[in-house]
């Protein structure tokens, strides 16, 4: 979709410099072409050269270079671009733009450009809610600017709240909806969803303000396949990595909930801060489940067989010439995840069930809310071609009670934190206080 397209890629000061790197890289692999322009201050968290290295274009950041005007000139980086993106947009360069300056080579191609530009803006959540900011967004958005972002989320300050910069694929997304025209260019940014700015309560231990917002609440997460013994040495499993479930706690406990991570059998490492217990079968998921509660969350990710052998053996069986395979006798497994959002003193506060689904996605998953009586529903097409099982990236829609959203393709891991944020929003936050 991206082939042949022409980015140039505006870098201003922040944290989030870094993401940059897998930007141009997920950009360069859709075909795209990369060449970077950096304010001064951009240059001070990533280093020219290693744009250089992943764009294989120069990278310009000096506006009075001899060589540099000589060879490009700062109109042609913007008449040889199909599209400028700032990212990341830091406040600075947002009431630069906002005013007209040109006093560095960034601001002046972006000043001269007659092409569209597209935001990313990456800061602290008082800087993106200060009045200033505001007004600066707003006269950009007036003038067609679109933006990306920014997210909500734990920031580098310790903070927590909009204001961290869109991931990488969440940029490329908006990239390619530019390009087939379903960026509507003025789309308001999102200023925040919920509780203006969130204060975080203090570390257990006193001291720093955390970006903890889940640190009261207690999440259970399932994870990987269930193995279900034929014999001592066969089982019946299906194809799942783990890599979306294990994702999913790691982000919870990231936020500050203590996490008990119940998994089948996988080869992704555990993630940090969550207590793992491992199963093989449906029934011992289930059970370690129930030993976790009482939880505030659980998030069913799990995939659980169906049916197990009801007829396993206690030894191997045994080939026998002439003799027919064995018989298999399949029952169904407990339904973990309807057996613990069935009401009740324990049924935690927040159940969240998965839909591996490979036909009509979304009406199952709609129908299996109400079956199962969960809250909501990540439902994922696990057919062959989406590369789900196993993959690294995952395109979910979320069913709840309020109706169904349609994810962009996202990491595995930025579908975590993403989900994690909305059980930040669902729960909401105390200590909160008013916008300045
Ligand atoms: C460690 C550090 C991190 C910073 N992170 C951000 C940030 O994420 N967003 C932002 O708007 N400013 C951030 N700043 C401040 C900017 O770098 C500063 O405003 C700078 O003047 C921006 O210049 P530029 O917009 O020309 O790149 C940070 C500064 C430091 C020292």
Redesign the pocket.
Same mark, same amino acid.
């Given at each position: 979709m991206l082939t042949g397209k022409r980015i140039l890629l505006i870098l =201003?000061?922040? #944290?989030?410099a870094f993401k940059c790197h897998d930007l141009i890289r997920r950009l360069r692999e859709r075909g795209a072409s990369v060449r970077c322009v950096l304010?001064?201050?951009?240059a001070?968290?990533v280093t020219p050269l290693s744009l250089q290295a992943l764009s294989e274009d120069k990278v310009y950041s000096d506006l009075f270079s001899l060589t540099d005007e000589s060879e490009m000139g700062h109109i042609n980086l913007s008449r040889e671009a199909d599209l400028l993106v700032v990212a990341?947009a =830091?406040?600075? #360069?947002l009431a630069?733009m906002a005013q007209g300056l040109a006093d560095?080579l960034?601001t002046t191609v972006l000043l001269a450009t007659d092409k569209a530009v597209l935001v990313a803006p990456?800061?602290?959540v008082r800087?993106w809610l200060h009045p200033a900011t505001r007004a600066n967004v707003a006269t950009l958005r007036s003038r067609g600017v679109a933006f990306v972002g920014p997210n909500e989320g734990a920031m580098?300050c310790n903070e927590f709240g909009p204001g961290r910069m869109s991931e990488p694929l969440e940029i490329v997304a908006a990239i390619e909806a530019y390009f087939t025209g379903r960026l509507p260019a003025a789309e308001p940014p999102p200023l925040i969803s919920g509780p203006s700015v969130i204060r975080m309560p203090p570390e257990p231990m006193g001291g720093a303000i955390a970006h903890r917002p889940l640190m009261s609440r207690r999440a259970i997460v399932t994870s990987g396949p269930t193995r279900e013994a034929i014999d001592p040495v066969r089982y019946i499993s299906n194809h799942s990595s783990g890599k979306q479930g294990h994702a999913i706690a790691g982000a919870l406990a990231a936020l500050g909930a203590e996490v008990t991570l119940v998994t089948g059998p996988v080869g992704v490492a555990d993630p940090a801060g969550v207590k793992v217990v491992r199963v093989e079968s449906a029934d011992d998921m289930l059970a370690a489940c129930r030993a976790a509660l009482p939880a505030d969350i659980v998030v069913c990710a799990a995939a659980v067989a169906d049916w197990k052998v009801r007829n396993a053996a206690n030894g191997k069986l045994k080939k026998v010439p002439g003799a027919a395979p064995p018989a298999l006798e399949l029952v169904p497994n407990p339904d973990i995840l309807a057996s613990l959002a069935a009401s009740g003193p324990q049924r935690p506060a927040l159940v969240v069930g998965f839909a591996a689904e490979t036909e009509n996605v979304v009406a199952n998953a709609v129908a299996k809310r109400e079956r199962k009586g969960c809250d909501w529903i990540v439902a994922n097409d696990v057919s062959p071609a989406t590369g789900t099982f196993g993959g690294d990236r995952n395109t979910v829609h979320l069913v709840t009670a309020s109706g169904v959203e349609a994810w962009p393709t996202l990491a595995k891991d930025a579908v975590a934190e993403e989900l994690a944020r909305r059980v930040v929003r669902h729960f909401g936050t105390s200590g909160v206080v008013a916008a300045s």
């Open positions: =201003s000061g922040g #944290i989030a304010t001064p201050a951009a001070r968290f990341p =830091s406040a600075n #360069i630069r560095d960034a990456a800061m602290n800087m580098a």
